[in-house]
């Protein structure tokens, strides 16, 4: 006789959840980490579920349990459902999820989740399924994410860093602000009650801040997916092992030469390439995702495609872009470095005639108007409010005396940004190259000589007409 297996259900974590007044939403992290180079990670896409099947998920933990367990919970719920009516529905919800990868269902009480989501060896390509939003509750607004709903959150935990980046849009001047424990806190309750998904930390250098590995613990506590903005030159072995206990975490930092001389005279730090490498390379051992950035400037034009290819060499996703912008405080202290406009028509020629993948990248776009205050917000150290983080000479707000929510959905900056059109922007609206160019507030406001988001920044206008002379050919 075969013997009697008895199934156990759990968390997956590698999913978010959130539940609304109306249904549930479940989804991988996609929308907010990085893939492999070649985009081989695991992906299951996303779900709405009922009401009812909110209720049902949420009786699961990260412990497995089995369905009469499960059942039991649910039974102090739905008091006036037969028992074993409870257990056959939560039985074919939770396998259905099971199947569909959003819980983990296993025969052995004791079993890990299998940790197929993310590899660097992994060299076959994941196909995207489809489990898209199609769930049987007719009380889901199927453009949710794009109806002003904040979904992320990026928090400027440390205004101190130990690179001094030439091209760094913070002014030489910042004080080194440190977000404490009681503030992150705050924030991060506010954030539960709002169903943010995704919170960004970044400074500055965020490993500055002492309490970082009491953030990431926290995030992963309340199931947030969780992006670190770093340098990585001052990664400890404790932050490491937080990293790795993180399933829902990713890590991006900027890497602008494999010449060590080229990319120290960018950071301004002896050895900081050395440094980010060995960083690198430890987390790529660890299976952590990373993405690699690499801003091209005067100083690296020649050299930042070795930076690529190394990437590429260990499967780890990698970008370039030479669309620098200037200081918050509108000084421009730091557009010395940026490329001028011949540089940037030789460069696009190169990209064209080179590497189809980075002239596919400088394909025409259609978006009409920068999305600041669509989907995110961003905070300081000291709980000052912005559109986001290159923006910091315009405060929505501050939390220390409103709330989140408040801020969102009330203040009267936040609501004017989000009415902006193109007629607001008839130059741009009448312009010959706007298929080439998108507008970005940021790359206006701190350029600007009145810090005026509407004054279209010429600079990049050349940019749009180069692009057009060139890919438009």
């Known amino acids: 006789m075969l013997p009697l297996f008895i199934m156990n259900y759990c968390t997956s974590p590698h999913v978010i959840f959130r539940d609304y007044p109306n249904f549930g939403y479940l989804t ?37 349990q089995t369905i009469r367990e499960i059942a039991e919970k649910l039974s102090h719920i739905f008091t006036d459902i037969p028992f074993q009516t409870l257990e056959n529905d939560a039985k074919d919800f939770l396998s259905e999820l099971s199947s569909d990868g959003f819980v983990v269902c296993s025969d052995d009480p004791e079993n890990d989740h299998v940790d197929d989501w993310f590899s660097y060896t992994n060299l076959r390509n ?8 199609n769930d049987n509750t007719d009380q889901f607004d199927s453009n949710w994410f794009t109806n002003n709903r904040l979904t992320r959150l990026h928090l400027s935990i440390s205004s101190a860093c130990n690179e001094h980046c030439i091209h760094c849009y ?9 977000m404490t424990k009681e503030l992150f806190d705050d924030i991060l309750s506010q954030c539960r009650n709002l169903n943010v998904l995704n919170i960004t930390m970044s400074g500055g250098e965020p490993m500055l801040n002492p309490h970082l590995k009491y953030f990431i613990q926290k995030c992963r506590e309340a199931n947030f997916s969780i992006n670190i903005l770093s340098n990585l030159i001052s990664i400890t072995d404790d932050i490491i092992e937080e990293f790795k206990r993180t399933p829902l975490l990713s890590v991006q930092t900027s ?14 730090v ?20 990373m993405q690699i950035n690499c801003p091209i400037m005067k100083q690296n034009r020649n050299t930042f495609r070795d930076v690529l290819s190394w990437a590429k060499s260990y499967n780890i996703e990698a970008s370039s ?15 010395h470095c940026r490329l001028d406009l011949p540089e940037i028509e030789s460069l696009i020629n190169e990209l064209q005639t080179k590497d189809s993948n980075q002239v596919k990248a400088e394909s025409p776009s259609l ?18 409010v912005y559109p986001c983080e290159g923006w910091q000479s315009c405060i929505l707000g501050n939390i220390n005396n409103q709330s989140i929510r408040d801020i969102w959905e009330n203040s009267s900056d936040v609501l004017a940004l989000r009415s ?25 406001v701190n350029e600007s000589e009145y810090l005026d988001c509407k004054d279209v920044n010429p600079y990049f206008c050349a940019i749009a007409k180069i692009k057009r002379q060139i890919i438009g050919k």
């Open 28 to 64: 991988d992290n996609r929308n907010f980490g990085y893939d492999t180079a070649i985009k081989s990670s695991r992906k299951i896409g996303e779900r709405v579920i009922s009401k009812v099947g909110s209720v049902f998920y949420s009786t699961l933990t990260n412990r497995p």
């Open 126 to 133: 994941f196909p995207i399924e489809k489990n898209s939003i």
């Open 170 to 178: 913070f002014p030489c001047h910042t004080k080194g602000e440190i």
């Open 255 to 268: 890497l602008y030469s494999l010449d060590e001389s080229i990319h120290d005279s960018i950071t301004g």
């Open 270 to 289: 002896k050895g900081s390439c050395a440094r980010t490498k060995k960083a690198i390379e430890t987390l790529y051992k660890l299976n952590i995702p």
């Open 321 to 335: 872009d030479y669309m620098l912008f200037g200081c918050f405080d509108g000084s421009r202290k730091n557009l």
């Open 367 to 384: 978006k009409s108007i920068c999305p600041v205050c669509y989907s995110s917000l961003c905070i300081s150290a000291l709980g000052k």
């Open 420 to 444: 902006l059109t193109i007629r607001d922007f008839p130059k741009c609206q009448n312009c010959d190259y706007k298929e080439y160019c998108s507008i970005c507030l940021i790359r206006n």
